[in-house]
């Protein structure tokens, strides 16, 4: 079982919907990330947040927009998204905002596999 | 720009058999990492590289990284079908900034 939490598992959304997506976790882990991933393609980094401010944005569009309400939760919000954007979004967390100080690898959720039609 | 290049992408093995996937990354990083992700499913951590000369074993997987050379291998011994999956090298550049290879997708058959 993962220890980092996201809801929905499956979403399914029109383009001009708004909808969000959760990531939880409760290791006390100060650094949360956003990937998304493409069918067959390795998962591609989106968002990083470190002790709540966001620290990496990968020239990601404003359709997608990330919330980091306090340390153990993160959200993306989503809004006029377009076909492209269907995938299969990771949460994952980190215990520093460093990952070269620290012997771990990142902790992923299970996904919300997204749809919009 | 940063790349991370696996090879093979595709690997298709009878059980009982070995075989290497390699990893190379273009720029200096101090940490290597190996993932594995069933189907439809998240990203499972199988090792965390930490220097030069690194070796990790568990069970029929073992891999090493050579930060000289820039290449980490993830050894297959005596594949078998449970291993089925594709397996991702990572680093990480400028703290917890961390980028994928290609990933490999791994068919061991019987």
Known sequence: DTEVTQTPKHLVMGMTNKKSLKCEQHMGHRAMYWYKQKAKKPPELMFVYSYEKLSINESVPSRFSPECPNSSLLNLHLHALQPEDSALYLCASSPTDSLSSYNSPLHFGNGTRLTVT | ?110
């Open chain 2, 1 to 110: 720009e940063l790349k991370v290049e696996q090879n093979p992408l595709f690997l298709s093995m009878q059980e009982g058999k070995n075989y290497t996937i390699y990893c190379n990354y273009s720029t200096t990083s101090d940490r290597l990492y190996w993932y594995r992700q069933d189907p439809g499913k998240s990203l499972e951590s199988l090792f965390v590289l930490l220097s030069n000369g690194a070796v990790k074993q568990e069970g029929r997987l073992m891999a090493s990284l050579d930060t000289k050379a820039r290449l980490s291998t993830l050894h297959i011994t005596a594949a078998v079908h449970d291993l089925s999956a594709t397996y991702f090298c990572a680093v990480t550049i400028n703290n917890n900034d961390m980028r994928f290879g290609a990933g490999t997708r791994l068919t061991v058959k019987p």
